[in-house]
């Protein structure tokens, strides 16, 4: 778990492949899920769905394809 704003955060970033290669329903081939854990590790939380989110950065370019 990563320490944001001195508080405890976890996520998980999902990606949907056709024929081994990487889409969106978005339309663009760079998106992926985000689902965060909100919530106090201690007392309990949960896991929210942040939605869909474009890789603006590329920092998951190198997921394009899956199976090579």
């Known amino acids: 778990m ?3 704003s001195d508080e405890p955060y976890a996520s998980v ?5 056709s ?3 990487r889409v969106s329903p978005t339309g663009e081939s760079s998106g992926y899920l985000e689902i965060a ?3 106090s590790v201690k007392d309990g ?3 929210v769905d ?3 989110a474009e890789d603006e ?3 998951f ?3 394009e394809s899956y199976g090579d």
Do not use: C, K, N, T
Not at 13 to 17: A, G, I, K, R
């Open 2 to 4: 990563e320490p944001i």
């Open 13 to 17: 970033s999902m990606f949907l492949y």
């Open 19 to 21: 024929r081994g290669v």
């Open 37 to 39: 854990y909100v919530g």
């Open 45 to 47: 939380g949960q896991w």
């Open 50 to 52: 942040r939605g869909w």
């Open 57 to 59: 950065w590329d920092e």
């Open 61 to 63: 370019a190198s997921y």
